[in-house]
C-alpha cells in the first residue's frame, strides 16, 4: 500500500485504530506535534502514538521520539506504529524505556471506499425490501402472505445487521446466512414470479459479500490476538529487566545483596517484589527518601517482612490519585 506521505498515514492509522474500539482518536498538528503523531484512548489508557512509513526497519530516533512524547502529552502507554518493522537496536531501546512496538501495520486505503460501497448496496436492499412490504399493504400486490411477509422481514432484518453490524463477526455471519434463507425462500413464493429468473441470484451477493467480511474479520481478531500475546510478552520482559535493573541501586542503598523476584502491574504505576537477606523499615525509608530526592519518578518502598519489600514506581502525573488511594 502506498502513501502520499506520512501524513497521510497518519490518519489512515487514526481511522484503523477507531475500528479497533480505541475512543477520542485525533492526529495531532503536523507542526510542534513533540513525536506523537496521534492520540487515542481504550480501556481508560492513553496512547501516545508515533506513526512511521517507512520502506527499511525503524530504528532508535523513533523510538525516543514516542519516549519524550507521551511524555509531553500525559500519556499513560508511548507507542511507534509502523508499515515494516524495527532493528534490534529499537527493539532493545523500547524495552528499557517500555515503548510499546506496532509492527505490519498497514491500514488500507480502499477499505473505507469498500464499506460505503457495501453499505450503499445493503441499503438498497432495506429499502426494496420496505417498498415490498407496503406494496403488500396498500396495493396488494404481491398478494400478501405469510412466505411474503416473511420475505419483507428477511430483506428488512438481514439489510439492518449487514449495514450496523459491519465490524462484529457474528452479526455478519448472521446477516449472511438470513440473505441466504431469503434467496431460497423467494424460489418458493410469489416474488419469484414477479422478478425476472435472471435476478433472483443478485440476492446471493450480500450473502456472498457479508460472508466474505466475516471471514476477513475473523482473520483479523486471530492476528489481532496474536498480536496482544506478543505486546504482553514484550511488556511483561520489559517490566523484568527494568525490576533486574533496579537490584544493583537497591543493593548499594541497603549494603546488601538484593534479589528480584516479580513485577505486576498496578493502577497507579508498577511495583516489583524484591528479597533479602534481612531489611529493617528505617534503611527502606532512609533509601526511599533518597531515590525520591534523586530521581525523576516517585518512588515507595514498602516492607512485607524481614526478607521481603516492594518497589512502587509511580509517574509522577500519578502521584495524587495512588497518595488518595491509600
Known sequence: MNYQDGFEFEHRCAAFLKTKGYRKVSVTPPSGDQGIDV??????????IQCKYYSAPVGNKAVQEAYSGARFYD???????????????????????????????????ETGKFRKLIHAFLFLFLLAGIAAGA?????????????????????VTASLLGIFGWRFLSLNLLSGALYLILFFLLLFSGAAKILPSEVLPVFLLPAVLLSGHAIFLQRQKSSDSDGQDSTDHQRALSNQNTGKAYTRLLSQGLRSKVQFL????????????YHIDECSAKDLALLEKEMNRSMKDHYRLQRINNSQFYLHRIPKKNKKNQDSSD
Not at 492520540?39 to 501516545?48: E, F, Q, T
Not at 518493522?85 to 531501546?93: H, N
Not at 402472505?145 to 416473511?150: A, P, T
Not at 516479580?262 to 517484589?273: H, I, Q, R, V
Request: glycine letters at 6%.
Open 75 to 109: 500519556c499513560d502507554r508511548a507507542v511507534v506504529m509502523t508499515n515494516h518493522t524495527f532493528t534490534k537496536a529499537a527493539r532493545e531501546l523500547a524495552d528499557k524505556l517500555e515503548v510499546e512496538l506496532w509492527e505490519h501495520c498497514s491500514p488500507g486505503r
Open 39 to 48: 492520540i487515542a484512548y481504550k480501556s481508560g489508557v492513553k496512547y501516545g
Open 262 to 273: 516479580s513485577s505486576e502491574e498496578a493502577d497507579y504505576g508498577k511495583k516489583f517484589l
Open 135 to 155: 406494496s403488500m399493504q396498500i396495493f396488494q400486490y404481491p398478494k400478501p402472505s405469510l412466505l411474503n411477509y416473511l420475505d419483507v422481514f428477511l430483506a
